[in-house]
């Protein structure tokens, strides 16, 4: 009774909250999932982690409907018609979000803005009201910054209202990406992007041109941190591998990518099977939920999501290196190294045949996970340089970009700016272009000063994180992740990049 007790008697948790986590305790400890033993004992050892997912996973983790059903036809379950106006729309969508689950029991994708609610903006001091509300509703109900919404390419003006309401409000949820095509993105919407980012923390770009070409005939949306996963489907699961903690198996490079890596791939693939077979076979979510039956969601379009994290302890590691600021960032032996590495990953991954996944070829696909709060500074997220060792933006970025070909369903890094920035606006816009072309697929960014921050993927407040500090409850369920980031994993300081760092 003891951690029941913790919850219902913690001064930091709203009502809510509380609830959620009594849930998730009763999943936790639940025994309908068997797990094998090798998986058990590499949960123990901390080299395989199953990302909070429990023992009766009764809907997949990330689900992504295709909202454009909702604004053409309405939804029989939910007795709504299709919306005629912009006071309708997002009425519907506030009523629909309520009733999509994920591991958070939240959504994680609100859609493309864009798409959704562009036809509907007939008069802009009316639209400009109905969002402001819209905004607020989902800041104040759907209370974790896990949840995520997507603009663009092309520009409208309700871009311009939905980034003008995201400076004046300040609000952490809901998450943000601009969708970026140079063909289609003009720079002058791009750059009125950047301007938001550099107030607000958000939105980040998401290279178009590459996740397209990842496979020409998927539509997908940027969910939860930056997840990139089929519009109408989304990702049953979310386990790591701990690279860091596996190369402890050995030291020598060879070994470790011919013989540790394959071993522990193989345990994490099969636990990724056996979950994702009862998701489907046992659970009732693909049965008889509305999202299923109405057509928001299909099965096809589910994949399982093989997370990675730790890159850069992994393979300092396994070249001896002991000083980080001549390690993973700085030496080019382990960027090698790391890509060696990148490149087992895929040939494990693809060599798989996953289940239930027909539309990502009955493959799983590669994650960078982006860490948890409880992660210590000897496990840095997915591929990224550990949090003070960051070298010169230029070569930061060179490394990114070699670090990003394999990861199809998300991966990214954080740039901290100052203020200089906002003076030479353009300059970013150039670098993200030439980061984007030279293979980086998602750019993200934030001003130091700042109280909206980008804590790991997710968003946060300062000032709601020293309400926690201060035994004070916050609405937002990932204020506890972002204290936890903060003392655990320092991951508020990063290196500040001057507008001077990439001359």
């Known amino acids: 009774m003891t951690r029941v007790h913790d919850i219902v008697s913690n001064p930091t948790m709203t009502y809510q909250q509380q609830l959620l986590n009594l849930a998730r305790l009763a999943e936790e400890y639940d025994t309908s999932l068997p797990r094998d033993k090798e998986f058990v004992e590499a949960l123990e050892e901390q080299i395989l982690c199953d990302l909070g997912e429990g023992l009766a996973p009764y809907r997949p983790r990330y689900i992504l409907p295709d909202y454009r059903i909702l604004m053409e036809k309405g939804s029989k379950t939910l007795e709504l018609d299709p919306p005629t106006d912009i006071w309708e729309a997002t009425n519907a969508l506030l009523i629909m979000y309520k009733n999509v689950p994920s591991i958070t029991s939240f959504p994680v994708w609100l859609g493309n803005f864009t798409q959704l609610l562009a036809p509907f903006d007939k008069d802009e001091a009316e639209t400009r009201k109905a969002m402001k509300l819209f905004l607020q509703h989902i800041d104040k109900t759907l209370t974790d910054s896990f949840v995520h919404a997507n603009i663009g390419p092309e520009d409208a003006r309700i871009n311009r209202i939905i980034l003008d309401l995201t400076k004046e409000m300040q609000l952490a949820i809901p998450n943000l990406t601009l969708i970026y095509d140079p063909a289609r993105t003009s720079d002058e919407f791009a750059l009125a992007c950047i301007d938001c980012m550099l107030a607000t923390s958000k939105p980040s770009f998401a290279n178009d041109v590459m996740y397209r070409a990842d496979d020409n005939d998927w539509e997908y949306g940027i ?85 990675v994290v730790g890159m850069a302890e992994c393979v300092n590691h396994l070249l001896k290196i002991d000083d980080k600021m001549k390690g993973y960032g700085h030496n080019k032996e382990a960027e090698d190294l790391a890509v060696r590495i990148n490149d087992k990953l895929n040939e494990i991954v693809n060599a798989h045949e996953g289940v239930y996944c027909e539309n990502s070829h009955n493959h799983y696909v590669l994650h960078a996970q982006v860490g948890l709060d409880c992660d210590g500074p000897e496990i840095s997220p997915g591929m990224r340089i550990p949090i003070g060792c960051e070298p010169q933006l ?35 816009l150039d670098i993200i272009k030439g980061a984007f072309e030279n293979g980086m697929r998602y750019f993200t960014a934030y001003n130091a000063d700042n109280d909206v921050v980008r804590v790991t993927g997710y968003l946060v407040k300062r000032s709601e994180i020293e309400k926690y500090e201060n035994n004070e409850a916050s609405l937002n369920n990932c204020t506890s992740f972002g204290y936890g980031a903060k003392h655990n994993a320092k991951s508020l300081d990063r290196r500040v990049y001057d507008e001077s760092s990439h001359q």
């Open 394 to 428: 230029f070569e930061h970025i060179s490394l990114e970009t070699r670090m990003h070909k394999h990861y199809v369903s998300g991966i990214g890094d954080i740039f901290k700016l100052d203020d200089t920035w906002n003076n030479t606006q353009p300059a970013l």
């Open 223 to 307: 969910a939860s941190c930056y997840n990139a996963l089929h519009v109408g489907g989304g990702g049953y699961t979310l386990p790591r591998i701990r690279l860091y903690n596996a190369s402890l198996k050995t030291d020598d490079p060879e070994d470790f990518i011919n013989r540790v890596l394959p071993h522990y791939c193989e345990i994490l693939l099969r636990n990724m099977d056996q979950r994702i077979r009862y998701i489907v076979e046992e659970s009732n979510f693909f049965k008889s939920n509305f999202l299923v039956k109405e057509g928001f969601v299909k099965r096809e379009n589910f994949t399982g999501m093989f997370g």
